[in-house]
C-alpha cells in the first residue's frame, strides 16, 4: 500500500509503496478515508518533537473497518470509525481513574502497537505508527480502543478532524477548563486547534473571547468560530492588549495552543489573579519557559496541561459528534483545503505558509 513516510527529520516525507501486515490480536485492519494536516505531525518533521525513525506519521484521521483480528468485538468490516492517538489499555492506574487519555501503556510504547513491534515494514525495514494511527497511507492497523465508531454517512473529513484538532481544542475548553459563563478568554494560536478552543469557550457562554495569532487572516477566521476581539502580537504586546481588554485585570483563561515559550509567557502573564492558564501546544524539546514562581503564589495563578482536550475518547468524540450534528461546534467551515496523498508535503508548506483552516487529505 502506498504511506508518506518520514525517514529523516528536515526531509520531505517519501511517498511509496510499503507493507502492512494483517491485524494482530486486539487490532483492527483500516482503510483510510481522510486524514487531517496538524502541526503536530509537522513537529516531528522539523525535528522538534523526537520520533522512532522511520515512521508513517498521521494522527487526525478516520476510515472504514476493513478486517479484525483475534477478539475484537467493539467493530467489525464495513464499520466507519474515527481514530483516536491516545488508544487505551484499560488496566493502568490513569484508564481506571478515568484518565483514558494519559493512558501509561499507551505512552510506554511509542511508534509501536501495543506489543511493541511495528505492522509497518518496507522489506525487513520496520517502520513506526505514528500516535499508533498513521493515517499519511492507504490503510493502517490500529488497536481497537483506538476505534471510534461513528454512523455509516457520516462524512470523513469531519470525522479525522473529531480525532485530533476538535477534541483538543473543544474539550480544552470544555474539561480542562470548565469555562464558566460570562468570564474572559485568550487564545494563543488560532489554528486548528485554537480555533476549536475558541469555538469550545463560545459553547461556554464565555464573554470576551479574545483571539491572538500573528497571522491577520486567521484572526479575521477566528471571528467567525466566536472569537469577539483580535489582537495581533506582531502589531502590538499582547499582554497589554489583553490587559486593556480586561479591564486590566487579564483574562479569567488563557490558552496557549501553539507550541513556544514564548506564547507559554504570553499565556501566564495575561491572566488574571486567580486565573488559568491552560497549556495545548508542546513546544520544541528544550525550549523552557521562564515562569516567575512568586507571581503563580501571590496572584494565585493555576498553570496547567491539557492532552488531547482532557478527553477520553471513547465517550466524548461522540460527544463531539453529537455537537456537530446539533449545529453548536463547526467543523465544515474550518476545512479549507483537500490534498492528495502525494500532495502532502505541498500540504504542510500551506500550514506553515499560515493558510487558514485545516486541509485534509481525502484521496489516497
Ligand atoms: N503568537 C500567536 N500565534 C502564533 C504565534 C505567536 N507567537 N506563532 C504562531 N502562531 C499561530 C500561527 O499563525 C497559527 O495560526 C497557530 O499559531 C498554530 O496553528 P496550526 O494550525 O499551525 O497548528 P495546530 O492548531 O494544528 O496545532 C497546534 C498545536 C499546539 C496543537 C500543536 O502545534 C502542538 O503543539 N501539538 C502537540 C500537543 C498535542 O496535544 N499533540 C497531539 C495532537 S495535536
Ligand atoms: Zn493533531
Same mark, same amino acid.
Given at each position: 500500500?502506498?504511506?508518506?513516510?518520514?525517514?529523516?527529520?528536515?526531509?520531505?516525507l517519501?511517498?511509496?509503496?510499503?507493507?502492512?501486515?494483517?491485524?494482530?490480536?486486539? %487490532?483492527? &485492519?483500516?482503510?483510510?478515508?481522510?486524514?487531517?494536516?496538524?502541526?503536530?505531525?509537522?513537529?516531528?518533521?522539523?525535528?522538534?518533537?523526537?520520533?522512532?525513525?522511520?515512521?508513517?506519521?498521521?494522527?487526525? +484521521?478516520?476510515?472504514?473497518?476493513?478486517?479484525?483480528?483475534?477478539?475484537?468485538?467493539?467493530?467489525?468490516?464495513?464499520?466507519?470509525?474515527?481514530?483516536?492517538?491516545?488508544?487505551?489499555?484499560? &488496566?493502568?492506574?490513569f484508564?481506571?481513574?478515568?484518565?483514558?487519555?494519559?493512558?501509561?501503556?499507551?505512552?510506554?510504547?511509542?511508534? #509501536?502497537?501495543?506489543?511493541?513491534? #511495528?505492522?509497518?515494514?518496507?522489506?525487513?525495514?520496520r517502520?513506526?505508527?505514528?500516535?499508533?494511527?498513521?493515517?499519511?497511507?492507504?490503510?493502517?492497523?490500529?488497536?481497537?480502543?483506538?476505534?471510534?465508531?461513528?454512523?455509516s454517512?457520516?462524512?470523513?473529513?469531519?470525522?479525522?478532524?473529531?480525532?485530533?484538532?476538535?477534541?483538543?481544542?473543544?474539550?480544552?475548553?470544555?474539561?480542562?477548563?470548565?469555562? #464558566?459563563?460570562?468570564?474572559?478568554?485568550?487564545?494563543?494560536?488560532? +489554528?486548528?486547534?485554537?480555533?476549536?478552543?475558541?469555538?469550545?469557550?463560545?459553547?461556554?457562554?464565555?464573554?470576551?473571547?479574545?483571539?491572538?495569532?500573528?497571522?491577520?487572516?486567521?484572526?479575521?477566521?477566528?471571528?467567525?468560530?466566536?472569537?469577539?476581539?483580535?489582537?495581533?502580537?506582531?502589531?502590538?504586546?499582547?499582554?497589554?492588549?489583553?490587559? %486593556?481588554? =480586561?479591564?486590566?485585570?487579564?483574562?479569567?483563561?488563557?490558552?496557549?495552543?501553539f507550541?513556544?515559550?514564548?506564547?507559554?509567557? #504570553?499565556?501566564?502573564l495575561?491572566?488574571?489573579?486567580g486565573?488559568?492558564?491552560?497549556?495545548?501546544?508542546?513546544?520544541?524539546?528544550?525550549?523552557?519557559?521562564?515562569?516567575?514562581?512568586?507571581?503563580?503564589?501571590?496572584?494565585?495563578?493555576?498553570?496547567? +496541561?491539557?492532552?488531547?482536550?482532557?478527553?477520553?475518547?471513547?465517550?466524548?468524540?461522540?460527544?463531539?459528534?453529537?455537537?456537530y450534528?446539533? +449545529?453548536?461546534?463547526?467543523?465544515?467551515?474550518?476545512?479549507?483545503?483537500?490534498?492528495?496523498?502525494?500532495?502532502?508535503?505541498?500540504?504542510?508548506?500551506?500550514?506553515?505558509?499560515?493558510?487558514?483552516?485545516?486541509?485534509?487529505? =481525502?484521496?489516497?
Amino acid at each position: 500500500m502506498k504511506a508518506a513516510v518520514l525517514y529523516e527529520p528536515g526531509q520531505p516525507l517519501v511517498v511509496e509503496d510499503i507493507e502492512l501486515d494483517p491485524p494482530k490480536a486486539g %487490532e483492527v &485492519h483500516v482503510k483510510i478515508g481522510a486524514a487531517g494536516i496538524c502541526r503536530s505531525d509537522l513537529h516531528v518533521m522539523k525535528g522538534e518533537a523526537a520520533h522512532l525513525l522511520p515512521a508513517v506519521l498521521g494522527h487526525e +484521521g478516520s476510515g472504514t473497518v476493513l478486517d479484525v483480528g483475534q477478539g475484537v468485538t467493539r467493530v467489525k468490516p464495513g464499520d466507519r470509525v474515527i481514530l483516536s492517538f491516545v488508544p487505551y489499555c484499560g &488496566h493502568c492506574h490513569f484508564c481506571l481513574t478515568n484518565r483514558a487519555n494519559l493512558c501509561d501503556q499507551h505512552m510506554s510504547t511509542p511508534g #509501536t502497537l501495543f506489543d511493541k513491534t #511495528t505492522r509497518l515494514h518496507k522489506g525487513n525495514r520496520r517502520i513506526h505508527h505514528y500516535g499508533k494511527v498513521a493515517c499519511f497511507a492507504q490503510e493502517a492497523v490500529v488497536p481497537e480502543t483506538g476505534c471510534i465508531p461513528v454512523a455509516s454517512d457520516f462524512p470523513f473529513p469531519q470525522a479525522a478532524l473529531i480525532g485530533c484538532c476538535v477534541t483538543t481544542g473543544v474539550g480544552a475548553a470544555i474539561y480542562n477548563a470548565k469555562i #464558566t459563563p460570562g468570564s474572559t478568554v485568550a487564545v494563543i494560536g488560532c +489554528g486548528g486547534v485554537g480555533l476549536n478552543v475558541i469555538q469550545g469557550a463560545r459553547l461556554q457562554n464565555a464573554g470576551k473571547i479574545i483571539a491572538v495569532d500573528v497571522n491577520e487572516g486567521k484572526l479575521e477566521f477566528a471571528m467567525r468560530f466566536g472569537a469577539t476581539h483580535t489582537v495581533n502580537p506582531t502589531l502590538r504586546d499582547p499582554v497589554a492588549a489583553i490587559k %486593556e481588554l =480586561t479591564g486590566g485585570l487579564g483574562a479569567d483563561y488563557t490558552f496557549e495552543v501553539f507550541g513556544s515559550s514564548q506564547t507559554v509567557q #504570553t499565556a501566564y502573564l495575561a491572566a488574571r489573579k486567580g486565573g488559568t492558564i491552560v497549556v495545548v501546544g508542546l513546544a520544541p524539546t528544550g525550549d523552557n519557559a521562564a515562569i516567575d514562581p512568586v507571581m503563580l503564589v501571590r496572584q494565585e495563578k493555576t498553570l496547567k +496541561g491539557s492532552y488531547y482536550g482532557s478527553a477520553r475518547p471513547v465517550v466524548d468524540m461522540p460527544v463531539m459528534v453529537q455537537l456537530y450534528q446539533a +449545529g453548536k461546534i463547526d467543523i465544515d467551515g474550518l476545512i479549507t483545503r483537500t490534498y492528495r496523498l502525494d500532495q502532502i508535503n505541498q500540504a504542510y508548506k500551506d500550514i506553515d505558509g499560515g493558510d487558514v483552516g485545516r486541509g485534509v487529505i =481525502t484521496q489516497f
